[in-house]
């Protein structure tokens, strides 16, 4: 005992209870139907019921597998439904069942008689009621060998079952038939052949491998047949990429011996939305491990890794461990613990698998990017150029006007091309244009909120008119020209008539740039007519987008981009002219040739990330679901902005 102040503190224990009478309590449930029609609520989809039934039939057909490891005559199980009356059936040609069996299925829920069958997977005696999750009735046929076809409707409102009675022959000599009508109508609209086709695909993947085994969707319209299709396997063979395969020993528990858990998993070059890696129980599908829950608090990546459309495969843990009530996660138990870390030390490895596949890919999607910017500068330098050859060109001409009319005493000076206005303060002209640069990216969240920037057009009006020179003195200028042009020698004809090598322009290129022995980590080079932007610089990793590891070409990375190269262009354009303008020359070159840059980007982002799509197909884009919570809604600060406003 525990002495508390003036108090004995007593440890606790259960109360004695003393009852006069031994019999035990029967446990009453006043409406079991209501009770039935609130445990079928946890079902979320048609398709997991219809797989219920399914699984049902095979279920039967394992019987018939299990002794020879194949089926000694085709099975075939139809999912059937008719638009017309609204009813799906599923109908196979497997054992059937007997009177007495079909009662026990009704009677006595919660005592399957599959529990403890290792092969088998009913173990709770619940699937034939799920249906009341969706529809109104259920009804039930079968046929064995040695009896006559029998059935039963079973009702959602109503507990009370008739007894099974004597029905027509239904197609097959033995067999098993569940018709469901009377579906509501949000449950409905779920049912078509593609849903039904896939789901089964991979709810039952590992079966559809084998001999003898076919599984067919159908739609139907009363009595005709209006689609059909047999669903097949996934081959993992086909798929390009690195394989893991491990086969993984869980000891077992008590009396239970040691069980096998097959991992077969493929890094693949590309996505499949429809066989990232899932949990299967005896050949049939749990759930994908990205949304398994118990697993996920165990896992160091959680759905970084494993719901990655790059990750696909299975992890088939046998009979180690058993599934909820509802088939989408695990029970409780050591073996799970125990599978679950052997799983969390696979993640390196399947990480650095997926890392080498995704770098590799990243190097393609940039250099696509290089591309599309090179080739936006090398035609932006062309327009530049061809604007100062104009102006040199009018300018020539003004000063033949002027000599003519001799309205000028100091011709050339008058004349004389328009000098930058140099800062005399400012001797370093690249700290200056870096200072620039840093400045604007200052600012540039004021930059993003305001309104997109238009293409940008030299007006006429701002260029030296030429609409004063007659057509007389132009051709004087050209005939002058001709009679000055030397005469060239037979070798300087030749050597004319030689192809010149074609000149690429300006290059861009993504290379990583490490920081200098002073820690800086400038954010471009430029170097012989190219220049490298480092994609090591955190304002470059920021602002290039990435799920799941892949590239995402945004309109914000397209003003960053902008006006890097715009700082490097122009400065080089300034050292081969040497030429040191103030910082206010500076800023309206920067703006206005990154203004021109972004302009051609938006243009061409939209497809140019279509075509990075073909490298890495993005199926998942409108499908982020779970697996991005951790993202935000919006994929840029400025796309955020301008829903808000």
Known sequence: MLVCGQHLCRPLS????????????????????????????????TSRIIMEFVDNSLDDAEELYQGSKRYPYPIRVVVSFDTASKTLSVSDNCRGMNGEKLESLVT???????????????????????????????????KTSSSKAIGFTLSRSSLAIEQPEEVEEFGSDTGTKVVLSGFDKHWWKDINSENLSNEIEQHFERLLARENLSIVVEERVKDA?????????????????????????IKGEGKKPASSVTVDMVV????????????????RRINEVSHIPSFLKF???KRTLWGHPQLLGVIDVGDALEPVITRDDFQRSPMRTELYQRLVDLEGKLNTEL???????????????????????????????QVVRKEKREHRL??????????????????????????????????TVTHVVDAVLATEADLLLSPRPPILVVPSSSLPSSSTTDKTTEQKITDETKKE??????????????????????????????????????????????????????????????????????????????????????????????????????????????NRIETALRRRLPSLQRSIDKILPEHFQQNEEEDEDEEDEYDDEDEFEETRL
Request: proline share 5%.
């Open 268 to 283: 693949a070059q590309s996505d499949s939305q429809s066989h990232k890696v899932r949990f299967f129980s005896k050949g």
């Open 398 to 431: 003004r000063i033949r006007e002027a000599l003519q009319t001799h309205e000028a005493q100091n011709v050339d000076e008058f004349f004389a091309p328009p000098k930058i206005n140099n800062n005399n303060d400012n001797n370093d002209n690249n700290d």
């Open 355 to 385: 890392n080498k596949v995704l770098e590799k890919q990243r190097v393609e999607s940039l250099s696509k990017l290089e591309g599309v910017l090179s080739s936006v500068l090398t035609r932006i330098d062309k327009e530049d150029q």
């Open 485 to 594: 042009k030397p005469r060239t020698t037979e070798v300087e004809e030749e050597k004319r008539k030689e192809p010149k090598p074609a000149k690429l322009g300006y290059q861009v290129h993504f290379v990583a740039i490490p920081a200098g022995e002073n820690g800086y980590i400038p954010r471009a080079h430029f170097v012989e007519d190219v220049i490298h932007i480092n994609t090591v610089h955190p304002d470059f990793t920021t602002r290039l987008k990435s799920r799941r590891g892949r590239p995402k070409f945004t309109e914000r990375l397209g003003a960053y981009l902008a006006l890097i190269i715009s700082a490097r262009y122009h400065e080089e354009k300034y050292a081969q002219k040497d030429q040191n303008p103030s910082r206010e020359v500076i800023y309206e070159d920067l703006m206005s040739t990154m």
């Open 14 to 45: 259960a109360p004695r209870l003393y009852s006069q009478h031994s019999k035990p309590l029967n446990l009453q449930i006043s409406n079991p139907a209501i009770l039935l029609n609130h445990i079928a609520q946890r079902y979320t989809s």
């Open 299 to 301: 896992s160091s990546y």
């Open 108 to 142: 006595q829920v919660g005592e399957s008689t599959k529990k403890g069958v290792p092969w088998l997977n009913g173990q709770f005696g619940f699937g034939l009621h799920s249906f009341r999750a969706a529809a109104k009735n259920c009804t039930v046929l079968s």
């Open 225 to 249: 047949v209006v689609t059909s299709h047999q669903c097949k396997p996934f081959d993992y063979d086909s798929v390009e990429g690195t394989r893991v395969v491990e086969t993984l020993s």
